[in-house]
C-alpha cells in the first residue's frame, strides 16, 4: 500500500520561512519522481516545484523560482520543499506527489498525499 505523508506545514508570518517534508513509503522511492503541488481556497490546484530521481534535476513555478528549493533524501525516503520570503498568496494546502516519469514535469503523477496547510500573515 503506498502512502504519501505531508509534515511541516503551519502559520508563517509574510517574508518568513518554512520546510514541508514527504515520506512516501510503498514505492521503491528513489525510482519516482517527487513532486509538489498546492491549492489555495476557490483556485485549481497548481504545480509548484519537482524533482527528478537523483535530484539531479528540478522544475519550479515561475511564481516560486528563486525562493522556494525542492531537494531529495532517497536513504530516507523523503522530500523537502524549503520556503522562503513567503508571501500571503502562497497560503495553500501542499500536496506530495509521486510519479514514475524520468522528467519532473507538471502532469502525470501516480500517488497523492492528503496534504498540509501553510498560511501566511500579511
Known amino acids: 500500500q503506498v502512502q504519501v505523508v505531508e509534515s511541516g506545514g503551519g502559520l508563517v508570518q509574510a517574508g518568513g520561512s518554512l520546510r514541508l517534508s514527504c515520506a512516501a513509503s510503498?514505492?521503491?522511492?528513489?525510482?519516482?519522481?517527487m513532486g509538489w503541488y498546492r491549492q489555495a481556497p476557490g483556485k485549481q490546484r497548481e504545480f509548484v516545484a519537482a524533482i527528478s530521481r537523483s535530484g539531479s534535476i528540478t522544475n519550479y513555478a515561475d511564481s516560486v523560482k528563486g525562493r522556494f528549493t525542492i531537494s531529495r533524501d532517497n536513504a530516507k525516503n523523503t522530500v523537502f520543499l524549503q520556503m522562503s520570503s513567503l508571501k500571503p498568496e502562497d497560503t495553500a494546502v501542499y500536496y506530495c506527489?509521486?510519479?514514475?516519469?524520468?522528467?519532473?514535469?507538471?502532469?502525470?503523477?501516480?500517488?497523492w498525499g492528503q496534504g498540509t496547510q501553510v498560511t501566511v500573515s500579511s
Open positions: 510503498g514505492i521503491i522511492f528513489s525510482t519516482n519522481t
Open positions: 506527489t509521486a510519479g514514475s516519469m524520468l522528467y519532473p514535469g507538471r502532469t502525470g503523477y501516480d500517488y
